[in-house]
């Protein structure tokens, strides 16, 4: 039997709390084929496979990893049931590099990244090894090419991801924050200023005017009725718009295209007369009614049951392209809105 001594000496050998992720130093103890085993203080030997060696210009693993030699793993798996750790030699290397990357986060360091692809949201970069993420709107134009090097700042990291994302544009400008001082000190309302596209939704589109986003709202795209964003509008689009509101408490600005253009329906006002009779052409036919464009870029709506007295007189439905007459019975420039009279014949 062994002694309470004893007995204590080894549980305190055999206690450990080691977990996936863990950074440690075990000994090489044997080789069991091309896998290595290894001591890391566990009531078993831990296993690094051939897979998981940082082979180095096609180096055996036994050449490198001598018996008795002190090696850095990192634990790839948790304890299995009968108590074996499995770890990875390659992961040391992504393991010091997000450590040294952390520490230049840290210290608000540079660091360099070569770009490997390239999408829609932005670019995937790899720094010493370790993949990171580069938002479209922080990636200088002329730096948006893949095997190109470029400089980053670190805007945030979360190791035990292995996750970081990265700004180009943060390089040029210290900050997000002065990114964004900077151009709400220099922006007016009425300014008119180059823009891109860099996000689309069902509610309008998001436009970068030089390091800080703008919303152009669906309603500000067209004097015509715009169903979808997509409908003129494509990510990456370089277009001319008029900021329309600045709210700098929460940091907002909104933008405009139609602003751009002509209002048609002011040029509409000396041609279309309350109570005249007209005729439209059918534009768009939708389940609570039908819009008609009665002059160009100016549209009225038929409510349902207008549409379906229509098309009970003309005993066929409507179809885009069709002429109808109508009453003109108001037309509201301010609100840009026309209520219409169906024409008994």
Known sequence: MISNEQY???????????KEGDYIEGTIAGFEGNNALVDIGA????????????NVQNQNIKDVFKIGSKIKFVISSKEDE?????????????????????????????????????SKGGA???VSGVKGFVPLSHLKQENAKVGLDIELKILSIDTSKNDFILSNK?????????????????????????????????????IDIGGVDGLLPLSQMSWNWIDNPKDILELNDKIDVEIINIDKDMQRISLSIKTLKENPW?????????????????TRIKPFGIFVEIHKGVEGLLNKAQAKAIQAKLQKPLEIGDNIELTVKKFD????????ETQEK
């Open 8 to 18: 204590q000496e080894l549980i305190e050998r055999y206690s450990y709390t080691f």
């Open 43 to 54: 009531k078993t030997l831990a296993i690094c496979k051939e897979q998981e060696f940082l």
């Open 82 to 118: 009968n108590g074996v750790f499995y770890l990875s030699h390659r992961k040391v290397a992504i393991f010091d590099a997000l450590e040294k990357i952390k520490e230049k986060f840290e210290n608000n360091e540079i660091v360099t990244g070569t770009i490997t692809s390239i």
């Open 124 to 126: 995937i970069v790899n």
């Open 170 to 206: 943060k390089v040029y400008l210290d900050s997000i924050e002065e990114i964004r001082k900077e151009i709400f000190d220099k922006i007016e309302v009425g300014m008119v200023v180059k823009g891109e596209v860099v996000r689309l939704a069902d509610f309008g589109a998001f």
């Open 266 to 282: 002011l040029e509409a006002k000396d041609e279309i007369q309350e109570n005249s009779i007209i005729t439209g052409k059918v």
């Open 333 to 340: 420039i301010e609100n840009r809105k026309i209520i219409f």
